[in-house]
């Protein structure tokens, strides 16, 4: 089947239910793809829906109204004709923000296509739709304020995220015996969901956590609060070992994978 076929006939079917499902919302663009020689796909995450897969008719023609308009990362009022069980059909789109400041920076435009690669690998509890909404805008608004250490407002972003699916890690003492003295902390672990100290992780299993050294235990204190962020001097080595550390967690957690591609540059 061509590619025209398909998208002939997921026009046919969205079309059956046209009068019945059209839906307002506001939504980000997580991602969008080529379809066809003048169409795309668009996936959105919305606040009233989560993930919204839709087809956007004719939008890569020069004399489409919306021509040039659909961007990743940005922020849009969409009326669409929704289904549950394929891909939504575009009727309207008008832009609410472009996020354009994201992309002015190459930290800053990688973390926040990583934070777009981190929600399309998620599911979301149909409640839990409106605060990740939220939160996802509150981090594309915080990202610019920042001139420097974009990556620990990151990962602050992803302690919430990993707070609002229910594992949160915690940072304020060994999550197995409870000290409070961070001089003891030997690593982070993933089954107690935060710093174990030495003499905790000497009586477990090395794979149950992932040891750490001063510089990334000194960084990972910080993000309980974003005081001073900038003050901070940050090494690749440290962004690689935090970087890996949430990855590894979550994927812990997910039961699957998960990747950070976009941070593959930083």
């Not at 023609?61 to 575009?90: A, C, R």
């Not at 974009?150 to 060994?174: D, E, N, P, T, Y």
């Not at 990972?220 to 005081?227: A, E, Q, R």
């Not at 590894?248 to 950070?260: N, P």
Request: aromatic share 12%; with cysteine; proline share 1%.
């Amino acid at each position: 089947m061509t590619s025209r076929e398909i998208l002939q006939r997921a026009l046919q079917s969205n079309n059956r239910e046209m009068s019945q499902r059209i839906e307002k919302c506001e939504a980000f663009v997580l991602k969008v793809t080529e379809y066809s020689n003048t169409s795309q796909i668009i996936q959105f995450f919305s606040k009233e829906f989560g993930h919204i897969g839709v087809i956007a008719k004719g939008t890569r023609n020069p004399k489409n109204k919306y021509y040039g308009l659909i961007q990743q990362l940005g922020n849009y009022e969409i009326v669409i004709y929704k289904k549950d069980t394929t891909l939504s059909l575009l009727k309207e789109i008008s832009l609410i923000n472009d996020n354009n400041l994201l992309t002015s920076d190459f930290s800053m435009n990688a973390l926040a296509h990583a934070a777009a690669e981190l929600y399309l690998q998620l599911m979301f509890e149909e409640d839990d739709h409106e605060k990740f909404y939220i939160l996802l805008t509150q981090f594309y608004e915080f990202l610019p304020k920042v001139r420097k250490n974009h990556i620990l407002v990151f990962w602050r972003f992803l302690l919430r995220v990993a707070g609002f699916l229910g594992f949160s890690l915690q940072f304020s003492k060994c999550q197995v015996c409870g000290t409070q003295n961070s001089e003891l902390f030997h690593g982070i672990s993933f089954v107690h969901n935060g710093f174990i100290c030495s003499n905790c992780a000497g009586k477990r299993a090395a794979t149950e956590h992932f040891q750490i050294n001063e510089s990334t235990k000194k960084l990972l204190l910080t993000l309980k609060s974003l005081h001073n962020l900038e003050s901070f001097e940050i090494t690749e080595q440290d962004i690689k070992t935090i970087n890996t550390i949430f990855r590894t967690y979550l994927s812990h957690h997910l039961h699957k994978k998960i990747h950070f591609r976009s941070l593959e540059v930083l």
